[in-house]
């Protein structure tokens, strides 16, 4: 199956400060990547869809100025919350359709990137 | 929006027993989802299995799309089996996003 790498797979930074985590897509091309979000011992929550090329769908609820996402290659998503806090400490995960797949089909998943704000 | 309810929450297993996972949604669905989250994250696909059934080693899930419901059977569970395992639903209707069910966090003892 399509594989999806994430970046870094930790990271533990101080409050206000800005961290990017990357997705990338290996040896398959992704107009579309997913964004999610999981608080300890929670579901998965989709923050928002990136598309490449365009700008990023947002969830509701989801702030769009301290989630910044940009999808500028058909093979990296890049995820920077901005100004982090410690309500921010979460399991973020991307995910993709597989090559030549369509919106209904199976998305795999990256490995996810843990974040920890201090 | 589509709502997916998992159940039972948390299950624990001794190893060799068999068990049943099942997941309700409230809408019709294009695509549902078996997944397993493993401790250190990573979600594995299981199943891609919109309607009817399919079996994979001690494996095996079912899809009631009229009744809507999907069940995972895991049969002679394993020490390996454990973490938490989640269905996830695509609309009929709408944007084409995943909405995840609740989870079942399953434990097994050796």
């Known amino acids: 199956g399509a594989v999806v790498s994430q970046h870094p797979s930790w990271v533990i930074c101080k409050s206000g400060t800005s961290v990017k985590i990357e997705c990338r897509s290996l040896d398959f091309q992704a107009t579309t990547m997913f964004w999610y979000r999981q608080f300890p011992k929670q579901s998965l929550m989709l923050m928002a869809t990136s598309n490449e090329g365009s700008k990023a769908t947002y969830e509701q609820g989801v702030e769009k100025d301290k989630f910044l996402i940009n999808h500028a290659s058909l093979t990296l998503s890049t995820l920077t919350v901005t100004s982090a806090h410690p309500e921010d400490s979460s399991f973020y995960i991307c995910s993709a359709h597989g090559p030549g797949q369509g919106p209904t089909d199976t998305q795999y998943f990256g490995p996810g990137t843990r974040l920890t704000v201090l | 929006g589509i709502q997916v309810e998992q159940s039972p929450p948390d299950l624990i297993l001794q190893e060799g027993a068999n068990s049943t996972l099942r997941c309700n949604f409230s809408d019709s669905v294009n695509n549902l989802q078996w997944f397993h989250q493993n401790p250190w994250g990573q979600l594995i696909n299981l199943f891609y299995?919109?309607?009817g059934t399919k079996q994979n080693g001690r494996l095996s899930a079912t899809t009631v799309a009229t009744e809507r419901y999907s069940l995972l059977y895991i049969s002679s569970s394993q020490t390996t089996d454990s973490g938490v395992y989640f269905c996830?639903?695509?609309?009929?209707?709408?944007?084409?996003?995943?909405?995840f069910g609740t989870g079942t966090r399953l434990k097994v003892l050796a």
């Open positions: 996830a639903a695509v609309t009929t209707s709408g944007t084409y996003k995943y909405i």
């Open positions: 299995i919109p309607s």
